[in-house]
């Protein structure tokens, strides 16, 4: 998930007095009556393969795959790669070279049933110079460790699902693509080339699943998540001395003018459900610089000088393609209306898109809910799509029928060097996921 300059992902909020939610109830580790002979069977070979799981969880999270390390993204890969090959997936290894990252690995296993996509990715956001790089066990069920969450906990339960479908003589007829991609945290440019893989994988699946963690609580699970785009915000003003600011001549100036519109922006939208828009650099002067990326930059003026120019960068988000073009129409009339003297135009920069809360996604959460209380545990209810950011599954959400993500592994504080997991869920979610790829994979 995407936080800070990586755009936000899920916020997990502290629990008073307690580590993390309740564990799964009493009987959680029974097979339901509920369950197929087959899905019994899948339930099994889950709790069997769990000390290998975690076993490699350490392994992974112990290799730096900050997204900026392209020799670890592509370690972590490698791994992964392997452990593909050995349950008869085709992989292969997309370089990443025309987006300037590691790339990103492509697990494929054909069949005649309904194509289901899995997604995960293998960076995070701690590059090699952070303090935070190994996997700590601080009791017999929580660890903490750079990426445990986010998302290499993911990335094990959608491989030990599949295993453990392959283990129950299951796999063999599912029809299955898994994309990790190596730039979820700090994705390449242009980002047209560095999310094909992963478009170009949706066509023809019946769902997606994405493998984040669902805000750490394993109740929920995430059908709508806000899209997040850029945008600048250029003005001008004709430069003279103060004492002639808002003269006929003069006029209000490029600051004013910046003002003007950032007001009017918080007038108009700021009630708006489910949307955001936050200015977050604001620079204005007699000269200014902004670099590339739109994070840094310089302004040069003086008290006494009307300003000649302002330059604010900024994101928006939102939950829907049609609140992303309203908003878009809306802040682009607002610039149009200019002060005396002045001028301004607004630029959008397309980033990751809105997904949606569609019927679709609600079915398969529906499912996804039967399955967890089939197996014994709790009902699944959706995330607030006003904690959920931005993630790989919206590439994908308006080319599938049904998109779902947060089926990876809880824990909380992930991006931070508090980044912990609960390792109680390991089990819970790898079974969770491997019976709904199972009934997705068999619809009655």
């Not at 599949?162 to 700090?186: F, I, P, S």
């Not at 915000?233 to 002639?244: F, N, Y």
């Not at 490029?254 to 977050?280: C, D, H, M, W």
């Not at 790898?430 to 709904?436: G, I, N, P, S």
Request: aromatic share 6%.
């Amino acid at each position: 998930m995407r936080t800070s300059r990586f755009r936000c992902g899920l916020a997990v909020l502290p629990v008073a007095g307690a580590l993390f939610l309740t564990p799964p109830p009493a009987g959680a580790q029974k097979a339901a009556v509920a369950l197929t002979k087959q899905e019994r069977a899948v339930a099994k070979a889950v709790d069997s393969h769990n000390a290998a799981a975690l076993a490699l969880l350490e392994r992974t999270v112990n290799i730096n795959s900050g997204s900026l390390n392209f020799a670890g993204v592509r370690q972590v890969g490698d791994i992964f790669r392997a452990q593909y090959d050995s349950l008869g997936f085709t992989t292969r290894w997309v370089d990443g070279a025309a987006f300037h990252r590691a790339g990103h690995l492509v697990a494929e296993h054909p069949g005649p049933g309904p194509k289901i996509l899995l997604i995960g990715h293998l960076d995070t956001v701690f590059e090699p110079s952070s303090p935070f790089q190994k996997f700590t066990m601080v009791n017999d069920s929580t660890a903490t460790g750079p990426g445990v969450i986010d998302m290499k906990g993911g990335d094990v339960i959608a491989l030990y699902a599949l295993r453990a479908l392959k283990d129950a003589g299951l796999l063999d007829r599912m029809n299955v693509t898994v994309v990790y991609h190596g730039d979820e945290e700090e994705s390449g440019a242009p980002l047209s080339l560095a999310r094909k893989t992963l478009i170009d994988a949706a066509h023809g699946a019946t769902a997606a699943l994405g493998f984040e963690d669902a805000a750490g609580d394993p109740h929920t699970a995430v059908i709508s998540r806000r899209g997040d785009d850029g945008w600048t915000l250029r003005t001008t003003g004709v430069p003279a001395h103060s004492s002639q600011i808002f003269t006929s001549d003069v006029g209000a100036g490029a600051v004013y003018e910046a003002s003007r519109i950032l007001n009017q922006f918080y007038q108009k939208l700021s009630s708006e459900q489910y949307l955001t828009f936050n200015p977050g650099l604001a620079l204005g002067g007699t000269s200014v610089k902004a670099d590339t990326s739109g994070t840094e930059g310089s302004a040069a003026g003086k008290s006494n000088v009307v300003a000649k120019e302002m330059i604010v960068t900024g994101d928006l988000r939102t939950l829907s393609p049609e609140q992303l073009a309203h908003a878009r129409r809306t802040m682009t009339d607002i610039v149009a209306d200019h002060l005396p003297h002045t001028t301004a135009e607004i630029t959008f920069a397309d980033g990751y898109p809105p997904m949606a809360p569609t019927d679709g996604n609600r079915k398969l959460l529906a499912m996804y809910s039967k399955v967890s209380t089939d197996l014994g545990f709790w009902p699944v209810t959706p995330v607030d799509p006003s904690r959920a950011g931005a993630a790989d599954v919206s590439f994908v959400a308006k080319l599938v029928p049904m998109a779902m993500d947060g089926l990876g592994l809880s824990g909380r504080d992930d991006h931070t060097e508090k980044e912990t997991a609960d390792l109680r869920m390991l089990p819970v979610q790898t079974k969770r996921a491997a019976v709904l790829i199972y009934r997705l994979s068999n619809p009655k």
